[in-house]
């Protein structure tokens, strides 16, 4: 069997699927022009995955292997290809609207095998007894809790390959035509610039977690703890695998591991719901409101100068490393969706920009919850207060000092307090942009229509 293994969401060695199969092969990545023509020239994911691909084919050479670049729109790479004759191409699942169109232009070309990798369990592995996927996630947890008892996340084992003869250096460049042209292996030769980037690896970070279980059901939403795996980007880009973590995770069985594997499960429902219901990437799944499209709100609100703490701390934070605190992302999409009344799509969209975990089930369909638009049973008027939720979660304010320095001198208690930087002029900060309570009586007020 003559195969090209596709690595796409599975940058790493160890426990990938791709490479539990044996025969002649022709691993490779391709720098995808579709998706990076749409990003800015200092996007921090691309740095992200450009070092984690050097890495990859680093480690493919101890193993006798190579990865061969590719830059180009995938169905050109795949044409360049045809003449070697392949009997199939394999790749681990994506379920965005983009990866299913691009799989499916690419299945017409040559056999393709998806493997399940990326998320737990397949789209249509937790079922409701009469076989339609189910609307929301307790009745799903229920289901696919006890599934995952019998699921086999044994390790998978690099099987022994032949290398397909093929020039493996540097970056091939494919272009409509099929012209190929050698590129240098590096950033620069697709389009983009290096930017800093932590990179920390994710097996010590999964020896971390065994510290951080005890604490994380009651601490991961507090700010200024470091109760939180940060395993987010790397279940992105498969630089670890999820059955690495949940076998990890069954071996301590002894520590509270329940919260986190529910959460792995959520991620898994969501990605769920955005297969079974390709629509909602875009579309509101409920109610009709969508929105007022107000550009100055917007433009205000991406420069962390809403006036709210929480909220500009967020989006600095954003902007500054590409991450955002999960409990942040709640209280900053519920105030730009309510507060604000701006489109879910649009607040959606300005994550898909900076993420560096950024997943794009996870991210639509948090934005639709917290818009009160999606999936979830719970309507309308869920209005996260700011003030209440940073008084809570940050009550010193470390989080927000962090990253809004200006405000170093102000008492803690005084960002909490939304009557307080209505009244009071901070030098370099300014005041709140909307009130609250009006804000969320107005929401409210448009969805019952």
């Given at each position: 069997?003559?195969?090209?293994?596709?690595?796409?969401?599975?940058?790493?060695?160890?426990?990938?699927?791709?490479?539990?199969?044996?025969?002649?092969?022709?691993?490779?990545?391709?720098?995808?022009e579709?998706?990076?023509?749409?990003?800015?020239?200092?996007?921090?994911r691309?740095?992200?995955?450009f070092?984690?691909?050097?890495?990859?084919?680093?480690?493919?050479?101890?193993?006798?292997?190579?990865?061969?670049?590719?830059?180009?729109?995938?169905?050109?790479?795949?044409?360049?290809?045809?003449?070697?004759?392949?009997?199939?191409?394999?790749?681990?699942?994506d379920?965005?609207?983009?990866?299913?169109?691009r799989?499916?232009?690419?299945?017409?070309?040559?056999?393709?095998?998806?493997?399940?990798?990326?998320?737990?369990?397949?789209?249509?592995?937790v079922l409701?007894?009469?076989?339609?996927?189910?609307?929301?996630?307790?009745?799903?947890?229920?289901?696919?809790?006890?599934?995952?008892?019998?699921?086999?996340?044994?390790?998978?084992?690099?099987?022994?390959?032949?290398?397909a003869?093929?020039?493996y250096?540097?970056?091939?460049k494919i272009?409509?035509e099929?012209?190929?042209?050698?590129?240098p292996?590096?950033?620069?030769?697709?389009?983009?610039?290096?930017?800093?980037?932590?990179?920390?690896?994710?097996?010590?970070?999964?020896?971390?977690?065994?510290?951080?279980?005890?604490?994380?059901?009651?601490?991961?939403d507090?700010?200024?703890?470091?109760?939180?795996?940060?395993?987010?980007?790397d279940?992105?880009?498969?630089?670890?695998?999820?059955?690495?973590?949940?076998?990890?995770?069954?071996?301590?069985?002894?520590?509270?591991?329940?919260?986190?594997?529910?959460?792995?499960?959520?991620?898994?429902?969501?990605?769920?719901?955005?297969?079974?219901?390709?629509?909602?990437?875009?579309?509101?799944?409920?109610?009709?409101?969508?929105?007022?499209?107000?550009?100055?709100?917007?433009?205000?609100?991406?420069?962390?100068?809403?006036?709210?703490p929480?909220?500009?701390?967020?989006?600095?934070?954003?902007?500054?490393?590409g991450?955002?605190?999960?409990?942040?992302?709640?209280?900053v999409?519920?105030?730009?969706?309510?507060?604000?009344?701006?489109?879910?799509?649009?607040?959606?969209?300005?994550?898909?920009?900076?993420?560096?975990?950024?997943?794009k089930?996870?991210?639509?369909?948090?934005?639709?919850?917290?818009?009160?638009t999606?999936?979830?049973?719970?309507?309308?008027?869920?209005?996260?207060?700011?003030?209440?939720?940073?008084?809570?979660?940050?009550?010193?304010?470390?989080?927000?000092?962090?990253?809004?320095p200006?405000?170093?001198?102000?008492?803690p208690?005084?960002?909490?307090?939304?009557?307080?930087l209505?009244?009071?002029?901070?030098?370099?900060?300014?005041k709140?942009?909307?009130?609250?309570?009006?804000?969320?009586?107005?929401?409210?007020?448009?969805?019952?229509?």
């Amino acid at each position: 069997m003559k195969r090209i293994l596709w690595f796409r969401r599975d940058l790493r060695v160890k426990d990938n699927p791709l490479l539990a199969l044996g025969g002649e092969v022709l691993p490779i990545f391709i720098f995808d022009e579709n998706i990076l023509s749409a990003l800015q020239k200092d996007d921090k994911r691309v740095s992200f995955i450009f070092w984690h691909v050097q890495s990859l084919k680093q480690e493919l050479l101890t193993y006798g292997l190579e990865l061969k670049l590719f830059y180009g729109k995938p169905e050109d790479v795949f044409d360049s290809l045809a003449s070697a004759n392949f009997d199939e191409v394999v790749a681990t699942g994506d379920y965005d609207a983009y990866a299913k169109e691009r799989d499916l232009h690419i299945s017409h070309k040559l056999h393709f095998r998806y493997i399940q990798d990326t998320y737990i369990f397949r789209h249509d592995e937790v079922l409701k007894d009469d076989a339609t996927p189910y609307l929301v996630f307790t009745p799903f947890y229920k289901k696919a809790r006890p599934l995952l008892v019998s699921k086999n996340i044994d390790e998978l084992f690099m099987a022994e390959h032949t290398l397909a003869s093929e020039n493996y250096e540097g970056i091939t460049k494919i272009d409509k035509e099929l012209k190929s042209e050698k590129l240098p292996l590096d950033l620069q030769s697709i389009g983009f610039k290096k930017v800093d980037v932590t990179f920390t690896n994710p097996y010590l970070k999964l020896e971390n977690l065994q510290e951080k279980l005890h604490a994380y059901q009651d601490q991961r939403d507090y700010l200024s703890s470091d109760a939180t795996s940060n395993l987010s980007v790397d279940l992105r880009f498969g630089t670890i695998g999820v059955r690495e973590v949940l076998r990890f995770l069954f071996a301590h069985k002894n520590l509270d591991i329940e919260p986190f594997i529910r959460q792995l499960i959520f991620r898994d429902f969501y990605a769920y719901e955005l297969f079974h219901m390709p629509r909602i990437e875009k579309e509101n799944y409920k109610y009709d409101f969508n929105g007022i499209k107000d550009e100055e709100k917007y433009r205000v609100f991406c420069e962390a100068k809403t006036g709210v703490p929480i909220v500009d701390a967020g989006v600095r934070e954003l902007l500054q490393t590409g991450y955002m605190h999960n409990r942040v992302r709640m209280v900053v999409a519920s105030f730009f969706t309510k507060d604000l009344l701006l489109p879910w799509q649009w607040g959606e969209k300005f994550f898909a920009e900076y993420l560096l975990d950024y997943d794009k089930a996870s991210n639509v369909l948090s934005w639709q919850w917290s818009a009160g638009t999606g999936v979830d049973p719970q309507p309308y008027f869920r209005v996260f207060n700011s003030y209440l939720q940073s008084k809570k979660f940050d009550k010193e304010a470390l989080y927000i000092k962090k990253y809004l320095p200006e405000l170093q001198q102000v008492q803690p208690k005084y960002l909490h307090d939304e009557a307080y930087l209505l009244s009071t002029d901070i030098k370099g900060y300014p005041k709140p942009m909307v009130h609250h309570k009006e804000a969320a009586k107005k929401a409210i007020e448009i969805f019952k229509g």
